[in-house]
């Protein structure tokens, strides 16, 4: 990922970004950035971008939002699959909208597929064979994983082994275009990084703070209206493949509504689901960006949010 550090004299826009695993204060961080900058929020959340999944995806409320502009919040509807070069592509349109506009794009989110292609771009895999891509994803992920090592044995040392997405993806591309997938990632195009001046702030507040509020939030959640944003799902009768039909607490509150399980079970499913989902993201907040990007490990309080606010502002 890029490390577009400031230089001295530094004449590219600026862009600041906040990110880390989910309930971890981002989006009062970016608020309160975007207020203290007259910016504009813009939404770096997977599950955020669907029109359908305003409470259990965590999407700040209208009160939140205050007279803030946010962008790419809830624009898609659930019967769409937003992929990372859609949503990249929409991303860099509203940073370069609020620079024309004299303004500061601060996005805010925690899923790093999204961030890393905007920064670095996408590899320019040719298009798949059709035929090949049928065969591959009717395979079962062990078959496939095990025809991975014969033709691509790096990729399959590197993906684990029950990864079906994954795994499918750097099969149906070694054979289509006869080069690995990593061959192609080294010739990303389209990132954004070289021409900015990122300001980067990685929330990763202690893991008990965090599960805590995790398991929190799922239940106020439930209080509070996701039971019946699910309700207003399941008539809809979408491909259970959809990301919104797999988004955290839409299968553990379709089983409770269809009577296969009870509320408790659905708390403990839904809130067991949230942890492990903010446990893949502080890992991979920690691992994958750049070391020279800013961490925040404290817990997350309005006084931890008035210092970041002044220290992304230089």
Not at 33 to 39: I, N, P, R, V, Y
Not at 87 to 105: T, V
Not at 286 to 301: A, F, L, S
């Amino acid at each position: 990922m890029s490390n577009s550090e400031p230089e001295t004299g530094e004449s590219r826009p600026r862009v600041a970004l906040i990110a880390g695993p989910t309930a971890s204060g981002k989006s009062a961080l970016a608020i309160a950035l975007a207020k203290a900058t007259d910016g504009i929020v813009i939404n770096a959340d997977a599950s955020q971008v669907y029109a359908d999944l305003a409470i259990l995806s965590a999407r700040p409320s209208a009160e939140e939002m205050g007279d803030v502009p946010h962008r790419l919040f809830g624009h898609i509807d659930g019967a769409e699959a937003c992929t990372a070069p859609r949503w990249a592509a929409e991303a860099k349109a509203e940073i370069a909208a609020a620079h024309a506009s004299g303004k500061l794009p601060v996005l805010v989110g925690g899923t790093g597929l999204y961030i890393r292609t905007l920064l670095d771009g996408i590899a320019p895999v040719p298009e798949i064979d059709a035929n090949i891509r049928a065969t591959v994803r009717a395979m079962p992920v062990s078959e496939a994983h095990e025809a991975l090592s014969r033709e691509d044995p790096e990729a399959a040392a590197r993906l684990a082994p029950a990864d079906t997405t994954r795994v499918a993806r750097a099969l149906e591309v070694v054979r289509s275009t006869g080069k690995p997938l990593k061959a192609w990632q080294a010739h990303k195009k389209g990132g954004i990084g070289g021409q900015i001046s990122l300001a980067p702030m990685i929330l990763r507040p202690p893991r008990d703070w965090l599960i805590e509020r995790c398991d929190r939030r799922f239940v106020q959640m439930m209080e509070g209206g996701a039971i019946e944003e699910v309700a207003a799902l399941l008539p809809r009768h979408l491909n259970p493949d959809l990301p919104v039909m797999r988004a955290i607490g839409v299968p553990e509150i379709a089983a409770y509504l269809k009577g296969d399980s009870d509320m408790d079970s659905c708390i403990a499913k839904g809130s067991l689901a949230t942890r492990q989902y903010a446990k893949r993201q502080y890992t991979w907040f920690t691992n994958q960006p750049p070391p020279g990007w800013p961490r925040e490990d404290r817990e997350i309080d309005d006084k931890i949010i008035s210092e970041l606010v002044i220290k992304l502002q230089h």
